[in-house]
T-cell receptor, first 111, second 119 residues
Framework: SQTIHQWPATLVQPVGSPLSLECTVEGTSNPNLYWYRQAAGRGLQLLFYSVGIGQISSEVPQNLSASRPQDRQFILSSKKLLLSDSGFYLC??????????FGNGTRLTVT | AQKVTQAQTEISVVEKEDVTLDCVYETRDTTYYLFWYKQPPSGELVFLIRRNSFDEQNEISGRYSWNFQKSTSSFNFTITASQVVDSAVYFCALSEASGASGGSYIPTFGRGTSLIVHP
């Protein structure tokens, strides 16, 4: 069966510090991978998605970047965090027509 | 462009009441998929159901039921005899078969409905 791992679960970082959130999927090959952010208003904002290694599409221009160095690994990064980067970050995977399956999320607080 | 509207921001009920969460969608595609997800206080989103646009049959799973009506572009979710454990934020989502970027089937989510079930 497929599983998705996302870490860390919580993170407190100062403004201006770098960020690296990692997500890995097991039990499947060539999944679509996604990074979402959920701010206090509860809506889910798609940040990045990837349909293959090295293929990243950005939905919202911002302070963040994503990379997919391996088939089942998706990394969300920032060189310098802003206060506005605080939120709940969710990684997800899917196959072409299947539902998204989400990780447990990372709660990021930028201080 | 696809759009999902969940007009109910928050619903509060007492245990054992029935509750319906509304979802209205917009799409120009004739082939699309609709989803419901549950987000309990712990944060992870849990997939509940997927329907495709060619299947308008209503579905029942235990206390959960879904009413898909293409005529009104709605995909409503009813919880019968609600329980405290049903307290969560519920998201409706839509993905078009034509998709973006060559059929990536990226879903668009509604803003969610927070359901609070009081004992």
């Amino acid at each position: 069966s497929q599983t998705i791992h996302q870490w860390p679960a919580t993170l407190v970082q100062p403004v201006g510090s770098p960020l690296s959130l990692e997500c890995t999927v097991e039990g499947t090959s060539n999944p679509n991978l996604y990074w979402y952010r959920q701010a206090a208003g509860r809506g889910l904002q798609l940040l990045f998605y990837s349909v293959g290694i090295g293929q990243i599409s950005s939905e919202v221009p911002q302070n963040l970047s994503a990379s997919r160095p391996q088939d089942r690994q998706f990394i969300l990064s920032s060189k310098k965090l802003l206060l506005s980067d605080s939120g709940f970050y969710l990684c997800a995977w899917s196959m072409k027509r299947t539902p998204l399956h989400f990780g447990n999320g990372t709660r990021l607080t930028v201080t | 462009a696809q759009k999902v509207t969940q007009a109910q921001t928050e619903i509060s009920v007492v245990e054992k009441e029935d509750v319906t969460l509304d979802c209205v969608y917009e799409t120009r595609d004739t082939t699309y998929y609709l989803f419901w997800y549950k987000q309990p206080p712990s944060g992870e989103l849990v997939f509940l159901i997927r329907r495709n646009s060619f299947d308008e049959q209503n579905e029942i799973s235990g206390r959960y039921s879904w009413n898909f009506q293409k005529s009104t572009s709605s995909f409503n979710f009813t919880i019968t005899a609600s329980q405290v454990v049903d307290s969560a934020v519920y998201f409706c989502a839509l993905s078009e078969a034509s998709g973006a970027s060559g059929g990536s089937y990226i879903p668009t989510f509604g803003r969610g409905t927070s359901l609070i079930v009081h004992p």
